[in-house]
């Protein structure tokens, strides 16, 4: 409806009027989308999450633990009764006592009423350093004696920390994402440029690649590749080979929306004209039709970084993506592999799938929200 | 305004089709209020056709739009009354209908019918034109399919589409615009409808085609006796073919009454600006076009409110309007030479074949430009010639030919053997103002940048010098130099159409090429455009190619002019030549085709 109201004021007043900038319009557009906005700030807080990691785990996440292994998630109370009686407000969690079920023949876990295991902010804990740069030994939430063990998210077979191990991993599974996305920006742009702007034998090539790329199967195209990566390599080799397996793919979705772009500002008159005005090619796209596209382009990398979120879990969960001891949501799904320990411990389920879902619902949203905001022609 | 006498009509004592009173629509958006139709009393009468005229923004798609309640979000008619009188003499106010409501689906359609500017976009591309009548014929009318075919076909013979059953199962895209807009017409007119409502039905079309469908809108009023409201912002148009006008400014509307008094004794200021700078090709040549803004008493164009039926013209700026001094050139000094020029396009082939045939847009074109005069190039759209200026530029490679750019000091070059540096050479000095002021100037940059950018490019100016020189272009052009740091959407039409204006004479160019620069502005504002161009031409000394499809534009501001037909010059005169003594037969035809604005100049029908 903008242009109606453009049309609609004076024909050629003499003052115009002071309008906001494009990406001014884009937003104002996106504060209307509830959903999207809610996303926004979900997923501001699952990277605050993957920036501050060790800060707010609640235990080392790689220590392990043999009493603890299988540990059920222990509930939060707030409240403790005094030896006289009384109640007081005190957070805390009840200890738990690992007891042998003969009868089952396994180990069951028992809330142990008289072992109260007070919980603090800011406490002392075990040591990290801060964003990879200040060492720290203070968690955000924590027991008060480093010396307690608490397993709000339950534990895995050896006894470490679930929720720990979902918020360290965050990083890692987040950053893929991230990583992954800026590699097929990167190839998508140049080549769906190249294809777009120069067309013809170039545009042919780079198309017919695009397509026999996208014919081959996903998941045994990774696995050869991820097959080719040698076990001795160091987690941070393995871990950047990954994203650039995944990117694969990413790229050619993005590539092909560029070449469309490109082929229809081509002809746009505002192209001729700074073709006139004697830029060169290179200027021509980095200053004319790349910023009128790069709030798309926006909204089709926030839609990609799901998908590279679930591709590199779907590879961690088959063994082909990263090795332990890598922590990533995707490594940790491995552990729920098996049936037994989804019966026995479902935690370790739904610990890091309900941090995928929420992760890719409110990044899917989030694009959403972004590429109607985008495009001028979305009521 | 409800001081204006309700016009009587002299022919029909019968009451209105529709009675509009007191209509106001207005649009709720985020930067406030825009009210689009402001207080609208209008009748509108079976066999009678009511023009709507206006310009650009002045609320008469909108009003039209009301009536049918077809307004889009977020506009919504907040006052007044649309009465319609159906067949049966029942009277219902559509204003007051639920939207989407039973009676009002069986108006639109049944009733009321609407066809828009732009056939392309309002007809179904997918589906076949025949079956989309069908559809129309079969959701009012209770026939079976045999018989809605039968119909459709007499539909498309009535508004002339030749081999009608053939057509029947054409796309739309297979079809011209003027065919495709009989075709909207034939669609419309399917339900027998009592009002037929055109918003501009011929404004994307040539003139020989808008005398065509004039023509027919005309016929179809008469044989059928509906009524017909037609909003057009072309005065020809309206001379042509009215009975009744309506003025609309700024969603009011300032002067109604039959076509004759409104034409012979406007009363409002501005229906008499409006008339005073409507072009003719008749009469002589002025030196420039009166303006209406220039017409106006001062304070006027900004504030309806103050536009009172009382005010006089400013008589002073009328008269100065003097005729033109010839011009004469000198016919050594050329500037342009194009030779031979050919630019064929292939048809068909894809990756496995070779194209068939070849479309000549530009077919032999030869012709000489001289310094100092304006050069025009006439045609209907598909005649080549933005192709032509384009090969002329070395925008698009022509497929052989010759273009000898003569400039005053440096040597001559062949544009179509020129390579990339020596072309950015060549565009300094061979500027373009482009069509769609809109679409030439990128959205995303800022006034000093999309005017200054060529001149950065050519001088590597600083940031302050490129300033000190943009605000100069802007004030050249008409502007103010507050406006260096604004994005383009904060300009009208006519700002961004002066702001390529000084974007193209930037660089100080000698040749200026100008493709369609005006047809997509208002008639006021062509007018202040064609007086920029002449002003700028007196003052720096430059050469105009101007391409339009406008005739009284080429009246206008041209010198000599080339028609060009079917990709090849059929006649090269001058002016006065060409006006006074067409000869090729297509020049007489695209002549006689062009509205006069005299409803006493009416060609007889």
């Not at chain 1, 007043?13 to 504060?31: N, S, T």
């Not at chain 1, 979705?253 to 001729?272: H, M, P, Q, W, Y």
């Not at chain 1, 679930?310 to 592999?337: C, D, R």
């Not at chain 2, 040549?285 to 900004?302: K, Q, S």
Request: glycine share 8%; with cysteine; proline share 6%.
């Amino acid at each position: 409806m903008t242009d109606t109201t453009q049309n609609l004021a004076p024909a050629d007043a003499p003052e115009a009027p002071v309008v906001l900038g494009p990406w001014a319009l884009i937003w104002r557009k996106f504060r209307k989308h509830k959903l999207a906005m809610f996303s926004l700030y979900i997923v501001g807080l699952i990277y605050l999450v993957a920036a501050l990691g060790e800060f707010l785990a609640v235990q080392d996440p790689h220590k392990t633990s043999v009493r603890h292994t299988f540990q059920p998630p222990q509930g939060l109370h707030l409240f403790v009764k005094d030896e006289d009686g009384s109640t007081n407000f005190m957070l805390h969690a009840k200890g738990m006592k690992m007891e042998l079920n003969t009868e089952l023949r396994r180990r069951t876990f028992v809330e142990d009423e008289s072992k109260i295991i007070p919980m603090g902010f800011f406490v002392k804990g075990h040591e990290y350093k801060l964003l990879g740069l200040v060492d720290s030994s203070t968690h955000f939430f924590g027991p008060k004696n480093p010396r307690d063990t608490v397993f709000i998210f339950g534990a895995d077979r050896l006894g470490r920390d679930i929720l720990s191990r979902v918020v360290v991993g965050t990083r890692v599974s987040m950053s893929i994402g991230l990583v992954g996305v800026a590699v097929s920006l990167v190839i998508g742009v140049i080549l769906g440029g190249i294809s777009g702007y120069y067309g013809g034998l170039a545009d042919n090539l780079i198309q017919r690649l695009i397509e026999f790329i996208r014919s081959v199967p996903t998941i045994p195209l990774w696995m050869g590749l991820a097959a080719a990566i040698p076990l001795d390599w160091p987690p941070l080799r393995t871990y950047f080979v990954v994203t650039v397996i995944v990117s694969m793919i990413g790229w050619t979705s993005l590539a092909r929306e560029v070449r469309g772009k490109f082929l229809s500002l081509r002809n746009e008159d505002f192209i001729t004209a700074a073709r006139l005005d004697g830029l060169s090619d290179w200027e021509i796209i980095m200053k004319h039709m790349v910023p009128s596209f790069s709030s798309h382009i926006i909204a089709s990398l926030t839609l990609a970084v799901p998908l590279m979120i679930l591709a590199e879990t779907s590879l961690s969960f088959l063994g082909i993506g990263l090795q332990p001891p890598q922590v990533s949501w995707g490594t940790l799904l491995k552990e729920a592999q098996n049936i037994r320990s989804i019966i026995e411990a479902p935690w370790l389920l739904w610990s890091p799938g309900v941090a995928i879902v929420l992760a890719v619902l409110s990044l899917n949203f989030l694009g959403d929200g972004l590429r109607d905001a985008a495009d001028p022609h979305a009521q | 305004m409800q001081q204006i006498p309700m016009h009587n009509n002299p022919q029909s004592d019968t009451a209105p089709l529709v009675k509009i009173r007191g209509l106001k629509t207005q649009f709720f958006t985020e930067d406030g209020i825009v009210k689009a139709v402001d207080d609208v009393d209008l009748d509108i009468h079976s066999n009678r056709t009511l023009c709507i005229l206006g310009e650009s923004g002045s609320g008469k798609s909108i009003m039209a739009r009301s009536i049918l309640r077809i307004v889009d979000n977020p506009g919504r008619i907040v006052e007044g009354s649309i009465h319609y009188r159906s067949a049966d003499g029942r009277e219902v106010d559509l204003a007051k209908e639920r939207h989407g409501s039973r009676l009002l689906r069986d108006v639109r359609g049944q009733d009321i019918s609407m066809i828009f500017q732009e056939p392309m976009s309002s007809l179904g591309p997918i589906t076949k034109i025949g079956q989309q009548i069908v559809e129309t014929i079969r959701l009012h009318r209770n026939v079976t399919k045999a018989e809605a075919k039968a119909e459709a076909i007499h539909l498309l013979d009535r508004v002339g589409i030749p081999r009608p059953a053939e057509r029947f199962e054409a796309y739309p895209f297979e079809l011209s615009g003027g065919m495709r807009q009989r075709a909207m017409i034939a669609m419309a007119l399917s339900c027998q409808p009592r009002l037929l409502i055109a918003d501009e039905p011929t404004t994307a079309l040539d003139v020989t085609t808008q005398a065509q469908i004039l023509d027919l809108i005309a016929e179809l009023k008469q044989e059928r006796q509906m009524g017909v409201m037609l909003i057009t912002h072309d005065m020809g148009v309206v001379a042509e073919v009215a009975e009744d006008v309506a003025v609309m400014y700024s969603g009011k509307i300032v002067e109604r009454g039959d076509v004759y008094s409104v034409f012979e004794n406007p009363k409002h200021p501005y229906t008499k600006a409006l008339l005073a700078s409507a072009p003719r090709l008749g009469g002589i040549r002025r030196r420039r076009l009166p303006d209406i803004r220039e017409l106006l008493p001062p304070g006027y164009m900004n504030n309806p409110a103050n536009l009172s039926p009382d005010a006089r013209l400013e008589g002073h700026k009328v008269a100065e309007i003097a005729p033109a001094e010839p011009k004469t050139h000198n016919e050594e000094d050329r500037i342009l030479e194009v030779k031979n020029l050919n630019v064929h396009f292939p048809i068909g082939g894809g990756v496995f074949s070779k194209s068939t045939d070849v479309v000549k847009a530009c077919d032999e074109i030869s012709f000489d430009v001289y310094r100092g005069e304006t050069f025009g190039i006439v045609g209907e759209s598909g005649s080549g010639k933005t192709s032509l200026s384009r090969a002329i530029m070395r925008i698009l490679d022509p497929t052989s030919g010759e273009v000898l750019f003569h400039r005053k000091a440096k040597p001559t070059v062949d544009l179509t053997q020129a390579n990339k540096s020596e072309l950015r050479d060549v565009w300094r000095d061979m500027r373009m103002v482009f069509q769609d002021p809109q679409s030439s100037l990128n959205p995303r940059l800022r006034v000093i940048d999309l005017v200054g950018q060529c001149l950065q490019k050519a001088e590597s100016l600083g940031r302050r010098d490129l300033q000190a020189r943009v605000s100069d272009l802007l004030v050249q052009a008409g502007l103010k130099t507050e406006f260096l740091l604004r994005y383009p959407g904060a300009f009208s039409g006519g700002q961004r159409q002066r702001l390529g204006i000084a974007r193209a004479l930037a660089t100080n160019p000698e040749l200026v090429i100008a493709d369609e620069a005006v047809s997509a502005l208002d008639v006021s504002i062509q007018a202040q455009m064609l007086n920029l161009l002449q002003d700028l031409q007196d003052e720096f000394d430059l050469t105009y190619l101007f391409i339009t499809h406008d005739l009284s534009v080429v009246k206008h501001i041209c010198d000599r002019v080339a028609v060009m037909y079917q990709g090849k010059i059929v006649e090269l005169t001058t002016r006065d030549e060409l006006f006074a003594n067409p000869k090729h037969p297509y020049t007489k035809k695209l002549l006689a085709a062009v509205p006069n604005p005299d409803p006493r100049m009416r060609k007889a029908s």
